[in-house]
């Protein structure tokens, strides 16, 4: 009864032993592969991270061929340079940054201006995301797009965009680069992520990018997991999560990153089959061990149990428990995963595992028997011989690594061989086993590939303990500071290495690291030389799996160009080259801050005159510029340091007085200022003498915004041009009415012509012997829908000061021309219509081939067209007015100066100027009869005509008692309200019927 409750005792004992065994090992697994998915994770996270890096560097050497390009041809871009030049240097920067597929420039309206391709695509862009940003936001700096399919080559790319702007700082269209698919997966090939892993590139509503592997519809977008998506749009940008691919169906252990301010997601993928890889031949071990202790347990309990049985039946429980024995030698031999075998002396394999058979693929029937020479390739049985004889020459255990190709790849293998004694201690055979150790080395060699992408990067990067001392660093961190590993390792980078030029303490900067986790910022290294260089700097903490923090990233990229970029480009944003003064942009911050900081002062604009202009033409613009220079340095001593310089553009130069710190009124001051202007000033030998104009405006008085004190200045300005030179106005608030009645008076000038608004009236000319009219001269007439008739005193000085009088100009002298031959097609005898040519006109366009043009369209013959030119057209460029005129009489036209006597009048003009009628001004003509001076200068007028052989025509005539003054001069003819006022070309015909010619001693009232 005792050994009954004895062997109950044992088997309980045996089989809660077993159990607890089994539950240990159970726990165990699912512990372990816990482990292994996370350390998949950090694996991924560890390359998301890489990648990340890597897209960031791309990105700033982008963005900085961007700002290069940007600083030194944005005003080439602006001046519409030609394309093979600008394209010329797209294609260099291009070259710089081979992995950019595309470098283009769109203008402000999203059309392509240049490409470095040199093919203009039609494409517009203004929809864009990037354009629109760009455009609307001039602090973007740096915009980068989703992926999107490009409208010029239908690919998939990555947009990077810089703005464009004028020199007031307005949107003048962007600079694009972009990277397409190719690219990502290009680079993706050398991470290692299995067999079956994938890196993706996924844009922030999860459409994919790039991939590697490639898919077979790489080149559509795909949408993918929901899961990341959701995590995402959570908050989670980075982490990890084990799901099933929607693309290929592989399950895998993804981990993720979302570029901070980039719609960009960064994807690793490490395939779950090949990171439990391990985990599960540990599984089978375990499984195969437990069965081999289950049946040793039921062995064991049945020989236990049958102890008690009759002694009688000994024998053959002894035979069952050697029968027993060997199936348990057999299934422990299977137990085991890699592959093991047995052989005798002479290299027969007594004995295999399942194992062995899968890894040569063939059964075990033909194997057991068999030599390696009749298994494998010769080169291969070799080699295993050579080791079997190493073992029978040591006598003892061998371990040794060998390749073999198993299953068509080339695999490595740890082998173990022993030799085998029986109990008299003979040799009978030896025995081994084979682990494949190919996931060892795959693993071995991401951690190379980690190892190599760390200290290969171009970013410095150091690896800090969580008491953020330093571990290790990489080779950038060298080049970057002159620290070496020795000279750093153990140390803080806050107490070696860094020195915070801001207010920003390291102190602070361990508090956000501590509360948050990460940082990123700029701020000042001492380099081992001692100097200073600015970085930007990314601190990132690094947790285990159980979120505890075990280390800390720091990634620093050099920002010394790029700060220096941004100083060159406020200097050039703010300053003005030539004279070393701030420009209208930098004015204007000057203007603000003595808003500000409530100082009062006065505006003042002023402006050279024309003669700049001359002076350009004459000498040339190095002449012209030498004047601007020597103008600011007028100014710049005058105003001494109390008050502020700038110029805004051209000629147009900008002061901030400081009442306070002027000792005499400040109109006593300006006028003293303009006349240090007006003081002759020697060029080419020449003295010139500029006119300056000024406008003032008082700060908070007439203003308190920078525009509006600018533009009151402005209009203060306006006015004192046209007084006379060296003259100077204050502001006043109807200044600003009689500017925008003359803008709105340009901006319904703009249409008038499409709208039909505008009308050629004609003044006959009557020849003073015969009454008859010879010509007429052609003026215009604006009658305006709302405005009524506008006087040609309002609009003429505007359209030539807007230059709307080259088209106006245009207009009228064509249809002048078609009208004279309406009017000799229906019968009229042939009369000579004048048309009144700007100066404007005579000097900005070809008047040779516009007056040619008008002919021959109209079909007018050119004797018929007479044009009347002002003396202030022949002062400017003499020698050009010549030839001009020299040319348009080869034509066949009449040339007569309008208004002799009232401008430059010079009797030289009449020598030395081809010309064919001179017109005597109203203003003489008016008092003729009254006034013994106006009745001098007529008669000498027409008596130097009449010996010039020019004929003379005056104007404005009124009274009879003029005509017969003019009769007795014998002036040819005269034009006035004595014979009519100007009318519509309808009028005509009945007026040319009532001046017929007359008799001796008759006259037209």
């Not at 029978?392 to 061998?398: D, H, K, L, W």
């Not at 004047?627 to 130069?653: I, K, T, Y």
């Not at 009048?905 to 009628?917: T, V, W």
Request: charged share 25%; glycine share 8%.
């Amino acid at each position: 009864m005792t050994t009954k409750y004895f062997w109950r005792f044992g088997i309980f004992l045996a089989i809660g032993i077993f159990f607890g065994l089994m539950a240990w090992i159970g726990l165990d697994l699912q512990q372990s592969r816990q482990r292994e998915i996370a350390a998949a994770g950090r694996i991924g996270d560890t390359l998301t991270k890489l990648l990340e890096g890597h897209f960031l560097a791309s990105t700033r050497q982008i963005d900085q061929q961007l700002l290069d390009f940007t600083i030194q041809f944005q005003t080439a871009v602006l001046e519409r340079q030609s394309r093979p030049l600008i394209e010329a240097e797209l294609r260099r920067h291009k070259a710089n940054f081979p992995e950019v597929t595309s470098f283009r420039i769109a203008g402000v309206n999203g059309n392509y201006l240049y490409d470095a391709s040199g093919k203009l695509s039609d494409s517009n862009i203004s929809d864009r995301d990037y354009f629109v940003r760009l455009r609307d936001d001039r602090n973007a700096g740096l915009a980068i797009s989703r992926p999107i399919v490009s409208r010029v080559t239908g690919k998939t790319v990555i947009v990077f965009a810089r703005r464009l702007e004028d020199f007031r700082g307005n949107f003048a269209g962007i600079v694009v680069a972009a990277l397409d698919a190719d690219y990502f997966e290009r680079y993706y090939q050398g991470v290692n992520v299995g067999e079956n892993g994938v890196v993706a590139l996924r844009s922030a509503d999860m459409t994919l990018f790039a991939r590697w592997p490639h898919w077979v519809q790489q080149r559509e977008l795909h949408p993918s997991s929901k899961e990341i998506g959701a995590l995402l749009a959570a908050g989670q940008k980075s982490g990890s999560v084990s799901l099933a691919s929607e693309l290929d169906g592989q399950k895998r252990i993804y981990s993720y990153r979302q570029i901070d301010g980039l719609p960009l997601v960064f994807v690793v993928g490490l395939a779950e089959s090949e990171v439990l890889a391990e985990w599960q031949g540990r599984a089978i071990i375990y499984g195969a061990l437990g069965s081999a202790l289950l049946v040793m347990l039921l062995v064991v309990a049945r020989l236990w149990r049958r102890r008690y049985r009759a002694i009688e039946a000994l024998s053959e429980r002894m035979s069952r428990a050697y029968e027993e024995k060997s199936r348990q030698s057999r299934a422990l031999l299977d137990s085991i995963p890699d592959m093991a075998w047995l052989l005798d002396n002479e290299g027969h394999f007594l004995a295999v595992n399942e194992a062995f058979c899968q890894y040569i693929e063939r059964p075990m029937a033909e194997i057991v028997g068999r030599t390696v020479a009749d298994l494998f390739p010769p080169v291969e049985a070799e080699r295993l011989r050579q080791a079997q004889r190493e073992v029978y020459s040591r006598g003892e255990q061998v371990r040794h690594e060998d390749w073999f190709e198993v299953k068509g790849r080339k695999r490595p293998f740890l082998f173990v061989r022993m030799p085998v004694y029986d109990e008299a201690g003979e040799l009978t055979g030896l025995a081994g086993v084979a682990t494949d150790m190919t996931e060892r080395f795959e693993a071995e060699e991401r951690q190379r590939l980690v190892t190599q992408v760390f200290d290969h990067s171009g970013e410095a990067m150091l690896i800090l303990d969580k008491e953020r001392r330093v571990v290790t660093i990489n080779h950038a961190v060298t080049a970057l500071s002159g620290y070496q590993l020795a000279d750093l390792q153990g140390w803080r980078p806050g107490s070696k290495v860094t020195e915070f030029k801001d207010l920003l303490t390291y102190e602070q900067v361990v508090t956000v690291l501590t509360a948050a986790g990460e940082w990123r910022g700029e701020l000042w290294i001492t380099r081992k030389d001692g100097t200073l260089l600015p970085v930007g700097c990314q601190i990132t903490a690094i947790r285990n799996a159980a979120g505890e923090l075990v280390n800390w990233s720091v990634f620093m990229t050099d920002v010394s160009e790029r700060k220096a970029a941004e100083a060159h480009i406020d200097l050039l944003t703010h300053f003005d080259p030539l004279t070393a003064l701030p420009n209208r942009q930098g004015f204007s911050r000057l203007i603000g801050e003595w808003l500000a900081a409530d100082r009062q002062g006065l505006l003042m604009l002023i402006d050279l005159d024309d003669q700049l202009n001359r002076i350009n033409d004459a000498f040339g613009h190095a002449a012209g510029d030498a004047v601007l220079h020597r103008m600011a340095l007028r100014l710049s001593r005058s105003l001494g340091e109390s008050h502020m310089l700038g110029r805004l553009g051209g000629d147009l130069f900008a002061v901030l007085l400081d009442e306070g710190k002027l000792s005499e009124p400040p109109d006593v001051f300006i006028k003293k200022l303009l006349d240090s202007l007006a003081r002759p000033i020697k060029v080419e030998g020449s003295d010139i003498v500029l006119g300056p104009s000024a406008g003032i405006c008082r700060l908070f008085v007439d203003g308190r915004e920078v525009a509006t004190l600018l533009q009151n200045a402005d209009a203060a300005l306006h006015q004192a041009r046209e007084m006379e030179q060296a003259s100077f106005r204050f502001f006043s608030v109807d200044m600003n009415l009689r500017m925008a009645e003359r803008l709105r008076l340009e901006s319904e000038l703009r249409g008038a012509l499409a709208r039909g608004e505008m009308e050629v009236h004609y003044q006959p000319q009557v020849d003073l012997k015969s009454g008859e009219i010879v010509g007429f001269e052609s003026l215009l007439r604006w009658h305006h829908p709302e405005l009524g008739a506008v006087s040609p005193v309002r609009f003429i000085p505007i359209a030539e000061e807007s230059r709307l009088i080259l088209p106006i100009g245009a207009w009228v002298l064509e249809e002048a021309c078609r009208q004279n031959k309406l009017w000799q097609d229906a019968g009229m005898p042939p009369k000579t219509v004048a048309v009144n040519l700007s100066a404007i006109q005579f000097h900005s366009t070809d008047i040779i081939e516009l007056v040619k043009g008008a002919l021959a369209r109209t079909g007018l013959p050119a004797h018929c067209l007479e044009l009347e030119i002002t003396e202030s057209v022949l002062v400017e460029d003499p020698e050009r007015v010549v030839r001009l005129m020299d040319g348009l009489k080869a034509v066949g036209v009449s040339i007569s100066i309008d208004d002799f006597g009232t401008g430059y009048s010079s009797l030289s003009y009449l020598k030395r100027f081809p010309i064919d009628k001179i017109k005597i001004d109203r203003t003489f003509v008016r008092d003729l009869e009254t006034s013994a001076n106006d009745a001098a200068i007529v008669r000498m007028v027409v008596g130097i005509a009449a010996e010039l052989e020019h004929q003379v025509i005056a104007e404005g005539v009124e009274a009879e008692g003029q005509i017969e003054f003019l009769r007795q001069l014998r002036c040819d003819a005269y034009q006035g309200f004595y014979c009519s006022p100007a009318v519509p070309a309808s009028q005509i015909p009945a007026l040319v019927a009532a001046y017929q010619p007359l008799s001796s001693g008759q006259s037209h009232e």
